[in-house]
């Protein structure tokens, strides 16, 4: 099995959790290509992975808008992610999606209100005839911008074992 990881970041805690579910993954010798979404591809039916993992920051309790990835802009001298953010990149991937075996992370701040990017990615993804392997995972940041809790790498990387487990145990599809 193969996994293709897609992310979105605005200040790069993002892209270290992707960075740390992918390290999790080839410790149980899964090969995890990494992309950022504004250059990763759409999957094609013909050359779907065997697992497809994607995370993104939490904006305002679900995925970024244009708006609110603008404001994230005004908070540093350059962002991760410049172009669009995973809200579009599902929209081309919606279509393709169906029976395929799918995990979804995001990053977001500590409390009950704060809403969660994966979750809503999750939703799409199943509406799409996607299966999910294991349910949607956070991991959590102090602040807007100032960075992951200690321990958050290490919660990420054993949650990129765990999903090679389960992703291998899941019926063929
Ligand atoms: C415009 C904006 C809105 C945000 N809204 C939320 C929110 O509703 N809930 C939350 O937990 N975090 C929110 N955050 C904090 C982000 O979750 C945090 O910036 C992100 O996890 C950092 O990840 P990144 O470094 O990969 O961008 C918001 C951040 C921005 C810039």
Do not use: C, N
Not at 8 to 31: C, F, K, N, W
Not at 75 to 88: F, H, I, K, L
Not at 131 to 150: I, K
Request: net charge neutral.
């Amino acid at each position: 099995m193969t996994a293709l990881l897609v992310f979105e970041s605005m200040y790069g805690s993002t892209a270290a959790i992707a960075q740390a579910v992918a390290a999790g993954l080839a410790d149980l010798r899964v090969p995890t290509t990494v992309y950022e979404v504004g250059v990763a591809v759409i999957p094609s039916f013909s050359a779907s992975p065997g697992l497809l993992v994607i995370g993104a920051p939490t904006h305002q309790r679900g995925l970024s808008t244009t708006g609110t990835r603008d404001a994230a802009r005004g908070d540093v001298a350059e962002t991760v992610s410049r172009g669009d953010g995973v809200r579009e990149w599902l929209d081309q991937l919606v279509g393709r999606v169906s029976g395929m075996q799918t995990a979804v992370f995001d990053t977001a701040v500590a409390g009950r209100l704060s809403g969660s990017a994966a979750s809503t990615i999750g939703k799409r993804l199943t509406k799409a005839g996607a299966h999910l392997v294991v349910p949607p995972e956070s991991f959590t940041v102090s602040g807007r911008s100032s960075g992951l809790l200690p321990d958050e790498l290490e919660h990420a990387r054993s949650w990129g074992r765990s999903l090679a487990l389960f992703a291998a145990a899941a019926p063929a599809r």
